[in-house]
């Protein structure tokens, strides 16, 4: 099956320092990747939409500021938390929607996720 | 037995039993919908889907019952073992494929 990647596994910062997390589709081209905030014991919530080259969509109450994603290629997306601080602590994930010969597909993959401590 | 805890219900079984996870939907428009499983530290993978146009799909040791009247899934797994053990979500998607998750449930299988 189709394969996404994410970059780092985890990291941890100090307050006010910005992280950046990479999701790469590894072996196809993503229309659309979406990304994913899921805080402990709880469902996946979705942040945003990042379409290949056009601006993110978010979701209401994210704050495009801080969380900055830029989708560069059909095979790479970033989110950047800026001046992070210990309430943006979470698991980050990213899925990419399949790209097929007819158009968008509604498959999507999910990358393994990213865990972020700010201290 | 099934309990609701701070966030997460969960569900205990022991191995072998058949499990069943429930899950109610919102939005009566959605038309697809999908099982995920996720394991600790990791990110959902795909178990099974299913269209609004159907009322079961089977799957290797996996069903998916829907019952559009009232807006409610159903994940059974049977002969549960202990690698089942995760939390299972189920998704609801519309026209836009934009998966909205559900709550979540706990699935512990004792050995």
């Known amino acids: 099956g189709a394969v996404v990647s994410q970059h780092p596994s985890r990291v941890i910062c100090k307050s006010g320092t910005s992280v950046k997390i990479e999701c790469r589709s590894l072996?196809?081209?993503?229309?659309?990747m979406f990304w994913y905030r899921q805080f402990p014991k709880q469902s996946l919530m979705l942040m945003a939409t990042?379409?290949?080259?056009?601006?993110?969509?978010?979701e209401q109450g994210v704050e495009k500021d801080k969380f900055l994603i830029n989708h560069a290629s059909l095979t790479l997306s970033t989110l950047t938390v800026t001046s992070a601080h210990p309430e943006d602590s979470s698991f980050y994930i990213c899925s990419a929607r399949v790209r097929t010969s007819g158009g968008a597909s509604e498959t999507q993959y999910f990358g393994p996720g990213t865990r972020l401590l700010v201290l | 037995g099934e309990s609701v805890g701070l966030h997460l219900p969960t569900l205990s079984v022991q191995e072998g039993d058949n499990s069943i996870i429930n899950c109610a939907y919102s939005?009566?428009?959605?038309?697809?919908f999908i099982w995920y499983k996720q394991e600790s530290g990791k990110g959902p993978q795909f178990i099974i889907d299913i269209r609004s146009n159907m009322d079961k799909r089977q799957g290797q040791r996996v069903t998916v019952l829907l019952n559009k009247t009232v807006k409610h899934l159903s994940l059974q797994i049977a002969a549960t073992q202990p690698g089942d053990s995760a939390v299972y979500f189920c998704a609801e998607l519309g026209g836009s494929y934009i998966p909205t998750f559900g709550r979540g449930t706990s699935l512990i299988v004792h050995p």
């Open positions: 939005n009566s428009a959605s038309d697809y």
């Open positions: 990042s379409n290949e080259g056009s601006k993110a969509t978010y």
């Open positions: 072996d196809f081209q993503a229309t659309t």
